[in-house]
Each structure stands twice: as C-alpha cells, then as structure tokens.
C-alpha cells in the first residue's frame, strides 16, 4: 500500500486506506493477513504505540488496534538529509510470529526509503484424500 504523504489533508484518502485495512483484517475467510507498504506516518512512535494529537494518526492506530495486526517494524526506514530519520515503511500480520528474520536495509539506487527483508512463515493444512481407482483394462487371473 501507499499513502501520500498528502492524504491527511484529504480526509477521504484516509478514511479510504482505514476501511481497505479493516475489511481485510475482519475477513473471516483471510488466514494468514499481511499488508505493507510506505504509510507516511512521519509522528507515531510504533514502540510505545503513541502518536500525536493528529487525527489521521489516531485514525489509524485506531484501525490497526481494531484488526488485531501487529506492527513489525520500529526503527527508521527513511532517512533524508536535514530530515529526522522516520518509521514510514510498515509491515502489519495478523500473527505476531508470521515474520522473522526482519533486516533493514541500504536503500535501491538513489532511494531514500530501506529495503525490508524478512521471512514469512505461514502454514497450511493439507487434507490427504484417497480414492480408489479400479484398473479395469487390466486382466484379473482366475
């Protein structure tokens, strides 16, 4: 997903990306939930869980509480010259062990934004079905 760093001031852009991220995180047949991207949430502290008086921040946090995700990311992922470094590329599971292994890393060519490396780890289960299957076209031995 992303967010322009704009859209707070556009409220319907807001209110839009909160109700995608809660009918995914509410959907009863949805398992395994992950949903990252580049959030723009230059002012919530994602270790404490605190942010500003923003109501868009609010919003949102509000949001991500309510869908029960988990927030893997707490150290800077962007950083610019003359800029404090911040928390804007986020990656949210419905399982808190549904990653590992996460590393930030040097951005791509002249990007200023981390690359996020993890492992992913979900599970299926497979029902083993077995059916009997007559080979007719072979003769039977009397």
Request: charged share 20%; net charge negative; proline share 4%.
């Amino acid at each position: 997903m992303y967010r322009s760093p704009a859209s707070s001031t556009i409220r319907p852009n807001d209110e839009n990306l909160n109700h995608q991220i809660r009918m995914v995180s509410t959907n009863d047949t949805a398992t395994h939930i992950l949903i990252m991207g580049d959030f723009n949430y230059r002012n919530i502290n994602w270790k404490s869980g605190i942010t500003s008086t923003s109501l868009s921040e609010s919003s949102f946090i509000d949001t991500i509480n309510d869908g029960h995700l988990h927030q893997h990311v707490t150290n800077p992922t962007r950083a610019r010259a003359n800029q404090c470094p911040g928390v804007l590329d986020l990656i949210f599971t419905n399982e808190e062990n549904m990653l590992s292994d996460l590393e930030i890393m040097a951005p791509l060519s002249k990007s200023d934004h981390a690359v996020l490396s993890f492992q992913l780890n979900c599970y299926t289960t497979f029902e083993e079905v077995t059916t009997i299957h007559r080979q007719y076209h072979k003769e039977t031995s009397q």
